[in-house]
């Protein structure tokens, strides 16, 4: 297994033990390969919850750019659901992971069929 493997099944552990959630292999294997290399720099790997700006890049890139959602109040709405459920106080909150939980939260698994 390579590096990318071994990050997907710490995701795919986080999903379970973390969120309460039964991951979808093949759709956390595609959102991973998705988030590019950024799931192996420290920094950019995690989503800081905490801070406004970077809740409105996953908005704006994820979800609008990738996802083709239209901007409105129900975005910032779903991604507070997804880090409530992730916890507040986790520190590291995947990005891929995230992203995960947000693509199925607004339904467009599709995005990566």
Request: glycine share 8%; proline share 3%; aromatic share 8%.
């Amino acid at each position: 297994m390579g590096k990318r493997d071994d990050l997907i099944v710490q995701y795919a552990d986080d999903l379970k033990n973390k969120c309460g959630m039964e991951p979808d292999m093949d759709l956390l294997t595609k959102v991973t390969i998705g988030c590019g290399p950024a799931i192996y720099n420290a920094d950019a790997s995690t989503v800081a919850s905490s801070q406004e700006s970077e809740l409105e890049t996953v908005k704006e890139n994820f979800l609008v750019k990738k996802l083709g959602l239209a901007d409105g109040p129900e975005l910032m709405a779903g991604i507070n659901a997804v880090v409530e459920i992730y916890g507040k106080s986790e520190r590291n909150k995947y990005r891929a992971v995230v992203y995960y939980m947000l693509t199925k939260h607004f339904g467009k698994e599709s995005v990566y069929g």
